[in-house]
């Protein structure tokens, strides 16, 4: 098991975010993979990516940081997306005085709506004229808050026994919560998928497509790699592979199954197999 550095700092609505860091011991690349978990927004750990991946990235000499953000509800998404880059700029300056790496040299790597967060932060950063990651990992990810598909009932959620009322108030937090395991906070995804009121949950009463990315903004993007299941009944497929055409520089992996984090399966080796073809991909965007 390799060992874990752990960081925090306090941004400025004083939330505490929890960093932990991997670092890569042979063939380093100096390099970070920057991960934000996946969860709807509304559940979800920096720790959940399986330590079979993380080794993979370490092996071929990235090294690993995995980050806290604010979740929904507590947190509106306005909240969430500033927090998000609040740490993203802490990471950038300081890499060297806190972390202790050679250079500020990353990659942005999310899972579902970490994948979100990610596309999201890359806009901002090129309208700030920040520096961009060499490359951008988007697993099941999206951009956009208005498809169709996340503002109705879901067919497969509405299969779920429906949750009451009543278990939800218990989840809810009056204080930012920034560490949600699934065991105690999907109910919270369930209930709104089934309701159909996933976004407006996580945006409250701003418009969805305040916190989306149009066509043009996706042409300045870095280059993307992408991975999605055909059959995904969270995020359809389509969403992913017209991602794939509208970005400039992307490369598309197609899982052939039913399932949304098809990663999460270790028995099931379509996980695996994507992540060697992800770090290959890497291989040619990173060079020195």
Not at 63 to 71: H, K, N, S, T
């Amino acid at each position: 098991m390799n060992r874990i550095e752990s960081f925090s700092f306090v941004t400025k609505e004083n939330i505490k975010l929890h960093m932990d860091l991997h670092r890569a011991i042979a063939n380093r690349k100096n390099i970070t993979i920057l991960y934000f978990h996946g969860g709807g927004l509304l559940y979800g750990t920096r720790d959940d990516l399986p330590e079979l991946y993380i080794n993979k990235f370490l092996n071929a000499g990235y090294d690993f940081l995995a980050l806290d953000y604010p979740l929904a509800p507590e947190s509106n998404l306005t909240l969430i997306l500033k927090s998000a880059f609040e740490t993203l700029c802490f990471y950038l300056n300081n890499s060297d005085k806190v972390f202790e790496l050679k250079n500020n040299k990353y990659v942005l790597f999310g899972r579902s709506a970490g994948a979100y967060l990610c596309f999201m932060l890359c806009d901002r950063l090129i309208k700030y004229n920040f520096p961009l990651p060499a490359a951008l990992i988007s697993l099941y990810g999206y951009t956009r808050l208005d498809d169709p598909a996340f503002n109705t009932p879901s067919k497969y959620y509405n299969k779920l026994a429906k949750v009451p009322d009543e278990a939800i108030e218990k989840i809810i937090s009056d204080t930012p919560t920034t560490y949600g395991p699934m065991n105690l906070r999907f109910s919270l995804y369930i209930k709104a998928r089934q309701e159909g009121s996933w976004i407006e949950t996580i945006c409250g009463k701003e418009p969805p497509s305040n916190h989306s990315l149009d066509n043009e903004s996706l042409k300045a993007f870095p280059p993307t790699i992408l991975a999605a299941a055909t059959l995904d009944p969270d995020v359809p497929y389509k969403v992913t592979k017209t991602l794939s055409k509208q970005l400039s520089n992307a490369h598309l992996i197609t899982i052939y199954k039913e399932a949304h984090d098809f990663d999460r399966d270790l028995d099931d080796d379509s996980g695996s197999l994507a992540y060697d073809e992800i770090l290959q991909w890497l291989e040619t965007k990173t060079e020195r």
